[in-house]
């Protein structure tokens, strides 16, 4: 009740809003829940850790029931969603969901806590997203003394020959950006040379000033991805058709480097991102990467179905697409 007698610097409806002494109120997001030493729904442990102090950026790590304690499992580097401003690596949807892709997968999945706008600006959860691919890369080096923060389940049960990326709407903005360092022209190896085997693309986030597909040139100007990015990226260079955002801007790196094999995009038919999934698919198709890209159109669902509503059949069936492409 007491913030209702602050002054309002600015907001961003109907997702948060910033005070000028510089509090905000997120009024979206699901609650912070611990992690747990053995979940009983799906035998997944899970736990906290720190990559960096300064910035702070942490994770979880989910690490799913082991057949024997000397056992290799693939690795997934997951960026949640949430418009760069909302949601946790910590919160309770996240944790059910990436306990049921670390389960029914039986992969490692490293979540990252990257750094939140407003308080934190883009580009700082493209910063963290790669500090932190580089930091859990580094544990494929032996006897790497140069790691801070050691993670003993990524030493001992990491397989980093099926190493993977991926994320949800802004997360999987992040990790498209994550591939796109990798892959030009190798100017940006990762430790260890480890090379990305495929990236899971669920709904992703990109815009551009021109509307594409099927969506409304009326509203374009005001359509809520504009009105986010502006929001978390108010210094953006070219504004919403920065190639963070816009990967077809006329300056953004050529999409036939990107960095893996193999790429899984979903999109969702009731979904506002729909047909910049489609955009980003036909657009990578075209490009000249030598890679296979495949596209899951899940028709009649909302946005991030599968995290809200996992019991439901099309959740268990891109849980099950999401476990085969990670085999």
């Keep these: 009740m007491a913030s209702s007698t602050k002054e309002i610097d600015r907001e961003l ?40 102090q300064n910035p702070l950026i942490q994770a979880r790590i989910h690490l799913p029931k082991l057949t024997n304690q ?10 949640h969603g949430g418009a760069f401003c909302l949601e946790s690596a910590f919160s309770f949807l996240h944790q059910r969901y990436l306990n049921i892709i670390a389960s029914q997968s039986n992969v490692i999945v490293v979540s990252v806590e990257y750094r939140l706008a407003p308080e934190h600006p883009l580009p700082a ?25 050691i993670e003993p389940w990524l030493i001992n049960h990491g397989d980093f020959d099926r190493f993977y990326i991926g994320g949800d ?11 796109l360092r990798v892959g030009n ?29 099927s969506e409304s040139v009326e509203e374009h ?19 919403i058709d920065n190639p963070l955002i816009n990967p077809l801007a006329d300056d953004a790196p050529s999409l036939d480097k990107i960095g ?34 495949e596209l899951v159109h899940v028709e009649g669902e909302e946005h991030c179905f599968q995290i809200y509503h996992p019991e439901t059949q099309n959740s268990i069936d891109m849980v099950n697409r999401i ?5």
């Design 13 to 52: 409806p109907p997702l948060l809003r910033v005070y000028k002494d510089g509090t905000v109120d997120r009024f979206l997001g699901s609650p912070i829940v611990p992690p747990i030493p053995l979940d009983p729904e799906t035998g997944v442990s899970s736990k906290d850790i720190v990559i960096s």
């Design 70 to 79: 000397t056992q290799k499992l693939p690795i997934l580097v997951y960026y």
């Design 125 to 149: 959860a493209y910063d963290d997203g790669w500090f932190s691919l580089k930091w859990v890369t580094s544990h494929s080096i032996e006897n790497n003394n140069d790691i801070i923060n």
């Design 169 to 179: 709407t802004s997360g999987a903005n992040i990790a498209h950006n994550a591939l």
């Design 185 to 213: 022209n190798g100017d940006e190896s990762l430790p260890g040379d480890v090379k990305i085997k495929g990236a899971l693309l669920a709904f992703p986030l990109f815009w551009s000033s021109k509307p594409v597909l």
């Design 221 to 239: 100007e005001q359509s809520s991805p504009m009105k986010v990015w502006n929001f978390v990226y108010p210094d953006a260079v070219g504004g």
């Design 260 to 293: 893996c094999p193999k790429i899984l995009i979903f999109v969702a038919g009731k979904d506002d991102l729909r047909d910049r999934g489609i955009w980003y698919y036909e657009a990578v198709k075209k490009s000249g990467w030598k890679g296979e890209v």
């Design 323 to 327: 476990a085969s492409f990670l085999a």
